[in-house]
């Protein structure tokens, strides 16, 4: 008897960023692991993850998917805000091949917006709301059944259409209490972990370690689990997914987590971790979403991690300084507002820090905001700073009137983007983005990272008077390889992604290190004391050749600058471009540590020379504006390689 073919179903999922490397699917991961532990869906469906990155086009989409004639029976889509009408219109391309075949739209731009998201596709037969892991094994079922996609109604947590003009929402659907139901995608295969060559494909590992937050700030929606008790998922299962990330040498691990460190398992997960690390060599470092509330817990663990060497970028997420924006978010009564004592000690303890603000929140001006940039700054100089978004089902999306948001939808994406509220006029929102182009390209991603703190000090200059003395110097030059960066700082305001080309240019240009040496010869070098001009000049010589080793595509490598046609030598496991006998006239990063702790210098004003190391592989990055992992990139004193003090220890290809 010949066996039934399989029907198959394709879960599609795209990333906001345009890549070499892969983006870990980890959504679409979950789902499908948890669909395949059902023996009948096993049997009867063939499930696969088509995964995109945010520079593919509908049109390169399409072609992928349905260009060959192998179309699906099912298709699901993982649904965000920049990926959201792209999806919509694949729905539609989808429906002319197969009228009868289903449309499933998940994730938290739609999760609750059924009415709108199927006005405007209504080639959507299905919306999950909430977690999707457990209601798409439902839908999956009821396919298998014969049901009708508009006869649903037995299963929890989803919206869909009565066949008429009735929109059909069943009840909402338990959170998972038992996160250890949704099998793992590694343990389990359900994703491979490596590419055609043996090597681990995507950019970073993407894990959770536990859901819910229970905060409801009012402009977030982080995983539709907002006001939620936090759940974890078991120290065994994410131990053994640990152990294989580090068999694939994977170098970093994110977490998707709203609030890390809260939880005595996350202690464990860290040491876990490093144990780990200590046995395979790998992971080397841990991102992700740090605790807002900093108990003792959380200083046990920076600790734990300092002395182990594993790295990590510590967040403040602040969002605002200013007390009337900080009520109107829901955030007033939160310990993170507490910040500078913790700022303090992560400097004092040398440990790597950035923080978060958000321009447009109610209540913030102006005024306030740049306040409150600076006086982070005197703290922690790598601020990522992100003009707010409205996001679907948060406290600002729904009451637009209350707080006199004005929106407009963006050109490439779904998101809403604020015009003007009560207290942000549209001239004011103009100019402020137009700070946020240069502070993010330059003190987020960074371009630079000494230069800030000993501006400030020694040269009485801060954070927001330099990158505005940029925008003034960038607007008003008349040098023709300026063009690119003034046709983004333009387009800034009505095009978010002007960021990524602009780090492209400035890493990859032998040009743009030029443009930021004339900024700084004729704009601020003549703004800062004669005493200190020539300290100065050398932290941001030193900043400059600490840039990673990269060139952009057609351009020659300068022997001026770093540059991937350096000698490659290999320490503990890790490949590092090298540029060795590099000379300099003071101790740069002690000087900073110094100012920073307004501690006598004297003992880094000395000339000495040393090696640079650059991590190889920073092409995968650049242009991300991914700055979490662009800082492993910069270039490192010999000093700071992990103990390793010498070439000769390291193998040189």
């Not at 202690?267 to 003792?296: C, H, Q």
């Not at 022997?559 to 060795?580: D, I, M, S, W, Y």
Request: net charge negative; hydrophobic share 40%.
């Amino acid at each position: 008897m010949e066996k039934t073919p399989k029907k198959k179903v394709l879960l599609i999922q795209q990333g906001v960023w345009a890549m070499s490397l892969e983006s870990m699917p980890l959504a679409s991961a979950y789902i499908k692991a948890t669909a395949l532990d059902d023996q009948r869906i096993r049997d009867q469906l063939d499930i696969e993850i088509r995964n995109f990155d945010g520079g593919a086009t509908l049109v390169n989409i399409a072609q992928e998917l349905f260009g060959k004639g192998d179309v699906p029976d099912v298709i699901a889509f993982s649904v965000l805000g920049w990926n959201f009408r792209t999806f919509g219109c694949l729905a539609e391309t989808f429906k002319q091949l197969n009228p009868d075949g289903w449309v499933v739209f998940g994730g938290t731009h739609v999760a609750h917006q059924a009415a709108r998201t199927l006005r405007m596709y209504p080639e959507v037969d299905v919306v999950v709301n909430g977690e999707g892991e457990l209601t798409f094994r439902e839908v999956l079922n009821a396919y298998l059944d014969g049901t009708s996609r508009h006869e649903l109604d037995h299963i929890q947590g989803i919206s869909f259409t009565d066949g008429g003009d009735k929109l059909v929402t069943t009840e909402e659907r338990p959170r998972i209490e038992d996160l250890d139901v949704i099998p793992s995608p590694f343990l389990t295969g359900a994703i491979s972990l490596t590419d055609e060559n043996g090597e681990f494909p995507y950019d970073v590992a993407l894990l959770e370690t536990n859901r819910g937050c229970p905060y409801k700030c009012a402009f977030c929606f982080w995983g539709g689990a907002v006001g939620q008790r936090v759940r974890a998922f078991s120290r065994e299962r994410l131990r053994q997914e640990l152990e294989l990330f580090a068999r694939h040498k994977v170098h970093t691990i994110v977490l998707c987590d709203a609030n890390f460190g809260m939880l005595p398992i996350d202690r464990e997960f860290v040491e876990d971790m490093i144990e780990v690390r200590d046995k395979y060599g790998f992971p080397r470092a841990l991102e992700t979403s740090w605790a807002k509330n900093k108990s003792k817990l959380f200083y046990d663990i920076v600790r734990m991690m300092k002395e182990a060497g594993l790295h990590s970028s510590f967040t403040l997420a602040l969002q605002t300084l200013d007390e009337s924006a900080l009520s109107l978010m829901n955030r007033r009564n939160m310990k993170v507002n507490s910040w500078e004592e913790l700022a303090e000690w992560l400097n004092k303890e040398g440990m790597e820090c950035y923080a978060e603000l958000i321009w447009g929140a109610p209540g913030e001006t102006v005024e306030s905001f740049m306040n409150g940039y600076d006086r982070l700054a005197k703290y922690v100089t790598r601020v990522a700073t992100y003009p707010m978004l409205l996001l679907p089902n948060t406290e600002y999306s729904e009451n637009k009137e209350k707080y006199g948001l004005l929106t407009v939808r963006g050109d490439q994406d779904d998101f809403e983007y604020l015009l003007k509220h009560q207290t942000m006029t549209p001239q004011d929102n103009e100019l402020i983005h137009r700070f946020l182009f240069f502070s993010r390209l330059t003190a987020e991603n960074p371009v630079f990272r000494s230069l800030w703190t000993a501006l400030r000090v020694l040269g009485g200059v801060t954070q927001s008077q330099a990158i505005r003395s940029m925008i003034d110097w960038f607007g008003a030059t008349q040098d023709p390889e300026a063009e690119p960066i003034q046709d983004l700082l333009a387009r800034s305001f009505t095009n978010v992604d002007a960021l990524g080309p602009a780090t492209e240019f400035v890493y990859g240009r032998v040009a743009a290190k030029r443009l930021f040496q004339e900024w700084w010869q004729e704009s601020m070098r003549p703004r800062v004391p004669e005493e200190h001009r020539a300290l100065l000049d050398e932290v941001f010589r030193y900043d400059i050749q600490t840039l990673p080793a990269y060139v952009s595509g057609g351009e020659e490598a300068s022997e001026l600058f770093p540059h991937p046609g350096l000698p490659v030598v290999t320490v503990a496991g890790e490949r590092f471009h090298v540029r060795a006998g590099m000379t300099f006239r003071c101790d740069v990063p002690a000087l900073v540590q110094s100012l920073k702790r307004d501690e006598p210098y004297d003992h880094a004003l000395v000339e000495f020379t040393t090696s640079l190391y650059y991590k190889v592989g920073v092409d995968g990055f650049v242009g991300s504006t991914n700055h979490e992992e662009i800082i492993y990139f910069m270039g490192r004193l010999e000093r700071e390689m992990d103990g390793t003090s010498s070439l000769a220890a390291t193998g040189a290809e």
